[in-house]
């Protein structure tokens, strides 16, 4: 948990009279001078982007970002397709089963409990929000999500303390998550932000509202790329633009499910006499992380009937060892994928209302694109290698000179 | 294709030949314009196929003695020697070798050529009794870790001879810019003379030796040497390596599995027997691993993967050897929608499935010997298609297709596959297809009745025919008339149908790169001119991950 009594708080006022909470370790500079010379890198992350939404017309500013810099279309999110392990892949460069970090949700079993990864001891490696610090850089986060601001805690040199909070969904609003992103730049300039832009994943995630979900995604679609370029704007008016490295991405992609299309695995675990009771379900919107609670020495025979069993079940796609997809032990016994236009709703198939959804497989392929006028962003290039989330960190390691944490990075940089 | 897809079916076509019959000699007396008829020993040219990084196929057929003529079973056993070097000169030969041939398998010789660099050129010839062949011209595909900035392929397909001269060829053969020419199918014909030709009275511009339908081996032996020695076909094949597969009359029309429309086993026996023969002809006279090797004897599998850097890899597929007999017409029981139906067969399905999830590269170009976009009249949405068949099971779920032959005819087949795309977020496939003699650029929807509100998987372009008849020439119009309202009226009811051009005759050229795929349609002038002129007509293409067609304004520059 956060140690309030060593945090520092400015509260910081915009042109329009609106304030912005920072908060940072106490004794830290509360603003540096900028200088034309000053290495700088943004990772502006459109939560939920599918690739195919930037050049859909609606959103000119990131297009532009995207042809005039190092384009990669063959990008993916790395499993679970969630937005909490994708942002720490960004910042640690390493797969879940070395950072702690597999899903959004986990069955806890010290707890006992299934609950967000939002605590900052969640996370096991090191980020290059402190590494860089380590080595004499400013690093900063603007992060519209609840529980992303609770797991990256304190590790940045400056936070921003999101708010105001929409209720339903747990985030801040582009709007306000970019005016507090110019205002750290203006206030504090580190030499990383690092910005979580949530309005694209949250309007398929909450439109209990009665508007249409294409509506409504368009609306975001177009408000996160008017606020992307207020953000270029400000770095090219004020001469930071000509030594920045842009990265641009989402965390995962986004897909619909169907009314009638629902997947719920509790109750045929339930009634399954090896397994009533003792499964353990992390709903992670197009994965479930399903867990044995039985006695161990029961577990290879459990495990194999509670395959057989999710694998039976219609909308699933595929069921996996969490070993296989380098999550860790934390992610429970297996994995199960639904299929598109699918999604999971446990325990109840009322449970998960929600009809914009990912996490599985067809939610893999992200937007991933470096601009900015750095010398090292080749200028209007598409490249075909893979890029995953995964290769955030080692990129901005690059940008900053930074060795490989131990053990090496899994990503690789793109620069 | 069936030679007759369009509106007449097999019987009215040959009545229609024999009332053309007088003008067959006009082609008889016409040569083949063989390149390579003053070298007594390699009468059919050199070829190259398979690139793979460090390796290609390299191909010649000997003709050691005047009787060892193809299909004949006789000429003695010789040793035909081989080079490759880094220079048309040969002073930097890399590797060389030796090749027993003989009758047994027709003269013909087949290698691979090994230690060879990623994406270089290389010149191959061979050498018998003192006399060399033809230089050849090829290269190598880019390491599989590479990043290549551009891939670029000639693509053709349904080359008929007795229909014209292959003047497509000979204009892809001009270019100095290609990596290699992928032939979706139906390279060879195997009609009699009269039975199907140039235009709705069938005649023949040059006629098909043997002077029969081929179906014993040495006909389809004798067929494939025709069609080897014909010089643009030969210019071709001695510039770039080819990448084929066959569609159904390498061996007979509409075939399928365990038979075809074109094979009475009545008067023409076996059908498993027959298709023996065709593919042991292939594997001796084509370019490409069949089971996965140049070896004969070793299996004629012939769906498999080339892979070029990141950029993109190449499924071919086989949709004739394993599926399942097409559905009788007029379609009223909604069979086309059976899922014990296959058009890949249950393996094929497997391996395409598994390669496209094993995201090796950023395009995934699909080889595909027919057309995969829905074609229907009119399209209904899925939902609204399965509440009728709730009902009465009449519709096929993609509504009424035109063309049972393609994958229209096997629905399920294609539902699997582009579930297969959507579930695994595969994007950037690209199927190239041939088969129809009509050039098309089309989105793919998951479900064509909802389209486009619904979302599209993946895309198509389908090359044209480089000789065989298409629509204008069945109706007996002229260019650009009655077709402009076919081709109206399909873009009308399917709306992921983007471009269509019923009338021409030609051959394309996609451009691989990682910001866009572009397919460019070029056309010739008549083809019983066997000077016949090419020119552009249109360019289509698809931006990375859109999963849509979109209008280019002109073709890529050499």
Same mark, same amino acid.
């Given at each position: 948990?956060?140690?309030?009594?060593?945090?520092?708080?400015?509260?910081?006022?915009?042109?329009?009279?609106?304030?912005?909470?920072?908060?940072?370790?106490?004794?830290?500079?509360?603003?540096?001078?900028?200088?034309?010379?000053?290495?700088?890198?943004?990772?502006?992350?459109?939560?939920?982007?599918?690739?195919?939404?930037?050049?859909?017309?609606?959103?000119?500013?990131?297009?532009?970002?995207?042809?005039?810099?190092?384009?990669?279309?063959?990008?993916?999110?790395?499993?679970?397709?969630?937005?909490?392990?994708?942002?720490?892949?960004?910042?640690?460069?390493?797969?879940?089963?070395?950072?702690?970090?597999?899903?959004?949700?986990?069955?806890?079993?010290?707890?006992?409990?299934?609950?967000?990864?939002?605590?900052?001891?969640?996370?096991?490696?090191?980020?290059?929000?402190?590494?860089?610090?380590?080595?004499?850089?400013?690093?900063?986060?603007?992060?519209?999500?609840?529980?992303?601001?609770?797991?990256?805690?304190?590790?940045?040199?400056?936070?921003?303390?999101?708010?105001?909070?929409?209720?339903?969904?747990?985030?801040?609003?582009?709007?306000?998550?970019?005016?507090?992103? /110019?205002?750290?730049?203006?206030? +504090?300039?580190?030499?990383?932000?690092?910005?979580?832009?949530?309005?694209?994943?949250?309007?398929?995630?909450?439109?209990?509202?009665?508007?249409?979900?294409?509506?409504?995604?368009?609306?975001?679609?177009?408000?996160?790329?008017?606020?992307?370029?207020?953000?270029?704007?400000?770095?090219?008016?004020?001469?930071?633009?000509?030594?920045?490295?842009?990265?641009?991405?989402?965390?995962?992609?986004?897909?619909? =499910?169907?009314?009638?299309?629902?997947?719920?695995?509790?109750?045929?675990?339930?009634?399954?006499?090896?397994?009533?009771?003792? $499964?353990?379900?992390?709903?992670?919107?197009?994965?479930?992380?399903?867990?044995?609670?039985?006695?161990?020495?029961?577990?290879?025979?459990?495990?194999?009937?509670?395959?057989? /069993?999710?694998?039976?079940?219609?909308?699933?796609?595929?069921?996996?060892?969490?070993?296989?997809?380098?999550?860790?032990?934390?992610?429970?016994?297996?994995?199960?994928?639904?299929?598109?236009?699918?999604?999971?709703?446990?325990?109840?198939?009322?449970?998960?209302?929600?009809?914009?959804?990912?996490?599985?497989?067809?939610?893999?392929?992200?937007?991933?694109? /470096?601009?900015?006028?750095?010398?090292?962003?080749?200028?209007?290039?598409?490249?075909?290698?893979?890029?995953?989330?995964?290769?955030?960190?080692?990129?901005?390691?690059?940008?900053?000179?930074?060795?490989?944490?131990?053990?090496?990075?899994?990503?690789?940089?793109?620069? | 294709?069936?030679?007759?897809?369009?509106?007449?079916?097999?019987?009215?076509?040959?009545?229609?030949?024999?009332?053309?019959?007088?003008?067959?000699?006009?082609?008889?007396?016409?040569?083949?314009?063989?390149?390579?008829?003053?070298?007594?020993?390699?009468?059919?040219?050199?070829?190259?196929?398979?690139?793979?990084?460090?390796?290609?196929?390299?191909?010649?057929?000997?003709?050691?003695?005047?009787?060892?003529?193809?299909?004949?079973?006789?000429?003695?056993?010789?040793?035909?020697?081989?080079?490759?070097?880094?220079?048309?000169?040969? =002073?930097?030969?890399?590797?060389?070798?030796?090749?027993?041939?003989?009758?047994?398998?027709?003269?013909?010789?087949?290698?691979?050529?090994?230690?060879?660099?990623?994406?270089?050129?290389?010149?191959?010839?061979?050498?018998?009794?003192?006399?060399?062949?033809?230089?050849?011209?090829?290269?190598?595909?880019?390491?599989?870790?590479?990043?290549?900035?551009?891939?670029?392929?000639?693509? $053709?397909?349904?080359?008929?001879?007795?229909?014209?001269?292959?003047?497509?060829?000979?204009?892809?053969?001009?270019?100095?810019?290609?990596?290699?020419?992928?032939?979706?199918?139906?390279?060879?014909?195997?009609?009699?003379?009269?039975?199907?030709?140039?235009?709705?009275?069938?005649?023949?511009?040059?006629?098909?030796?043997?002077?029969?339908?081929?179906?014993?081996?040495?006909?389809?032996?004798?067929?494939?040497?025709?069609?080897?020695?014909?010089?643009?076909?030969?210019?071709?094949?001695?510039?770039?390596?080819?990448?084929?597969?066959?569609?159904?009359?390498?061996?007979?029309?509409?075939?399928?599995?365990?038979?075809?429309?074109?094979?009475?086993?009545?008067?023409?026996?076996?059908?498993?027997?027959?298709?023996?023969?065709?593919?042991?002809?292939?594997?001796?006279?084509?370019?490409?691993?069949?089971?996965?090797?140049?070896?004969?004897?070793?299996?004629?599998?012939?769906?498999?993967?080339?892979?070029?850097?990141?950029?993109?890899?190449?499924?071919?597929?086989?949709?004739?050897?394993?599926?399942?007999?097409?559905?009788?017409?007029?379609?009223?029981?909604?069979?086309?929608?059976?899922?014990?139906?296959?058009?890949?067969?249950?393996?094929?399905?497997?391996?395409?499935?598994?390669?496209?999830?094993?995201?090796?590269?950023?395009?995934?170009?699909?080889?595909?010997?027919?057309?995969?976009?829905?074609?229907? +009249?009119?399209?209904?949405?899925?939902?609204?298609?399965?509440?009728?068949?709730?009902?009465?099971?009449?519709?096929?779920?993609?509504?009424?297709?035109?063309?049972?032959?393609?994958?229209?005819?096997?629905?399920?087949?294609?539902?699997?596959?582009?579930?297969?795309?959507?579930?695994?977020?595969?994007?950037?496939?690209?199927?190239?297809?041939?088969?129809?003699?009509?050039?098309?650029?089309?989105?793919?929807?998951?479900?064509?009745?909802?389209?486009?509100?619904?979302?599209?998987?993946?895309?198509?372009?389908?090359?044209?025919?480089?000789?065989?008849?298409?629509?204008?020439?069945?109706?007996?119009?002229?260019?650009?008339?009655?077709?402009?309202?076919?081709?109206?009226?399909?873009?009308?009811?399917?709306?992921?149908?983007?471009?269509?051009?019923?009338?021409?005759?030609?051959?394309?050229?996609?451009?691989?790169?990682?910001?866009?795929?572009?397919?460019?349609?070029?056309?010739?002038?008549?083809?019983?001119?066997?000077?016949?002129?090419?020119?552009?007509?249109?360019?289509?293409?698809?931006?990375?991950?859109?999963?849509?067609?979109?209008?280019?304004?002109?073709?890529?520059?050499?």
């Amino acid at each position: 948990m956060m140690d309030m009594n060593r945090r520092s708080f400015i509260r910081a006022g915009a042109a329009g009279g609106a304030t912005y909470l920072f908060s940072s370790a106490l004794g830290t500079p509360m603003a540096t001078g900028a200088t034309s010379e000053k290495q700088r890198a943004y990772v502006l992350v459109v939560d939920g982007c599918r690739p195919d939404e930037i050049g859909s017309g609606m959103m000119p500013r990131l297009q532009a970002l995207r042809d005039g810099g190092m384009n990669y279309p063959r990008a993916r999110s790395l499993p679970i397709m969630e937005t909490i392990p994708n942002h720490v892949m960004m910042m640690t460069g390493v797969r879940p089963d070395r950072s702690g970090v597999p899903a959004n949700s986990i069955y806890d079993r010290g707890e006992n409990v299934v609950r967000d990864l939002d605590r900052p001891s969640d996370l096991h490696f090191p980020t290059v929000l402190e590494r860089l610090q380590d080595k004499g850089f400013t690093t900063g986060t603007v992060l519209s999500k609840e529980y992303l601001f609770g797991i990256f805690g304190q590790r940045a040199t400056y936070r921003w303390e999101p708010e105001p909070i929409v209720p339903v969904s747990g985030h801040s609003p582009d709007q306000f998550t970019m005016d507090a992103a /110019i205002e750290m730049v203006e206030q +504090f300039d580190p030499n990383l932000v690092f910005v979580n832009l949530g309005d694209c994943d949250r309007v398929g995630h909450a439109d209990l509202t009665g508007t249409t979900l294409a509506v409504a995604r368009r609306t975001a679609l177009v408000t996160v790329d008017t606020q992307v370029g207020r953000f270029v704007d400000l770095l090219k008016e004020t001469g930071r633009w000509e030594n920045s490295v842009v990265v641009v991405l989402a965390d995962h992609s986004m897909d619909w =499910s169907r009314p009638d299309r629902l997947i719920s695995l509790q109750p045929a675990f339930d009634a399954d006499p090896m397994l009533a009771g003792k $499964v353990q379900i992390a709903q992670n919107g197009g994965a479930d992380l399903l867990y044995w609670t039985g006695s161990p020495d029961r577990r290879t025979d459990a495990v194999k009937r509670i395959r057989e /069993i999710a694998a039976a079940t219609p909308g699933v796609l595929s069921v996996h060892d969490p070993a296989d997809l380098r999550l860790g032990a934390r992610a429970g016994d297996l994995v199960a994928y639904c299929k598109a236009g699918w999604r999971f709703s446990d325990p109840r198939p009322y449970s998960n209302p929600i009809p914009g959804n990912h996490g599985h497989p067809a939610t893999q392929p992200i937007p991933f694109f /470096i601009s900015g006028g750095h010398g090292s962003v080749r200028r209007a290039t598409s490249h075909s290698v893979l890029a995953q989330t995964v290769d955030v960190a080692p990129t901005i390691g690059k940008v900053f000179g930074l060795t490989d944490p131990t053990g090496g990075y899994d990503g690789r940089a793109r620069l | 294709m069936k030679r007759d897809e369009m509106t007449l079916d097999r019987r009215s076509l040959l009545t229609a030949s024999a009332a053309g019959a007088g003008a067959l000699a006009l082609g008889v007396s016409l040569p083949e314009r063989a390149g390579a008829a003053a070298n007594p020993y390699f009468q059919h040219g050199v070829a190259s196929g398979d690139p793979h990084p460090h390796s290609v196929i390299l191909w010649t057929r000997v003709t050691p003695t005047t009787a060892a003529v193809p299909g004949s079973g006789r000429g003695p056993v010789v040793q035909v020697t081989w080079q490759i070097a880094r220079d048309r000169r040969f =002073s930097n030969v890399v590797s060389k070798g030796t090749f027993a041939t003989g009758a047994t398998r027709d003269h013909t010789v087949k290698l691979e050529a090994t230690g060879l660099r990623p994406r270089t050129t290389y010149f191959y010839r061979f050498h018998y009794n003192g006399v060399a062949s033809r230089t050849g011209q090829t290269k190598t595909a880019p390491a599989y870790t590479s990043s290549p900035d551009n891939l670029r392929f000639g693509v $053709v397909s349904c080359a008929n001879l007795q229909a014209g001269w292959f003047s497509a060829y000979r204009h892809l053969a001009k270019r100095n810019d290609l990596d290699a020419v992928l032939h979706l199918g139906d390279y060879l014909y195997e009609y009699a003379p009269g039975e199907y030709g140039y235009g709705n009275a069938n005649k023949d511009i040059r006629p098909h030796v043997p002077k029969k339908e081929m179906v014993a081996l040495g006909d389809y032996r004798k067929r494939h040497a025709q069609y080897k020695q014909d010089a643009d076909l030969q210019a071709l094949h001695a510039k770039v390596p080819f990448i084929v597969t066959w569609d159904d009359h390498e061996v007979t029309n509409d075939e399928w599995k365990n038979g075809a429309e074109n094979h009475d086993p009545a008067t023409e026996g076996s059908y498993a027997a027959r298709k023996r023969r065709a593919h042991r002809a292939y594997d001796e006279w084509m370019p490409a691993r069949l089971g996965d090797t140049v070896a004969l004897n070793d299996g004629t599998a012939l769906f498999r993967n080339l892979r070029f850097g990141t950029l993109a890899d190449l499924s071919m597929l086989d949709l004739r050897s394993y599926r399942s007999e097409q559905v009788a017409v007029p379609i009223a029981d909604g069979a086309v929608s059976d899922p014990a139906r296959t058009i890949t067969g249950n393996g094929q399905m497997r391996w395409l499935k598994d390669t496209l999830s094993k995201d090796r590269a950023q395009w995934r170009l699909i080889g595909n010997p027919v057309m995969i976009a829905p074609v229907v +009249f009119p399209p209904l949405p899925n939902d609204v298609t399965s509440a009728v068949n709730d009902v009465t099971g009449l519709l096929p779920e993609d509504g009424s297709p035109y063309n049972v032959d393609q994958w229209d005819g096997y629905t399920a087949d294609r539902h699997e596959l582009f579930a297969h795309l959507a579930d695994h977020g595969v994007n950037n496939t690209v199927f190239l297809t041939g088969d129809i003699h009509s050039g098309w650029a089309c989105d793919l929807p998951l479900d064509a009745g909802t389209y486009p509100v619904t979302r599209s998987v993946a895309t198509e372009f389908v090359c044209t025919s480089v000789t065989s008849n298409n629509l204008k020439d069945i109706t007996n119009n002229p260019s650009r008339t009655t077709s402009l309202a076919v081709e109206a009226g399909i873009q009308t009811t399917n709306r992921h149908v983007k471009y269509l051009n019923f009338d021409d005759h030609g051959y394309s050229v996609l451009d691989v790169t990682s910001k866009r795929t572009q397919m460019d349609y070029f056309v010739i002038t008549d083809r019983a001119d066997p000077k016949a002129t090419s020119s552009w007509t249109a360019s289509w293409a698809t931006d990375a991950d859109t999963q849509q067609v979109h209008a280019v304004d002109g073709p890529v520059t050499r």
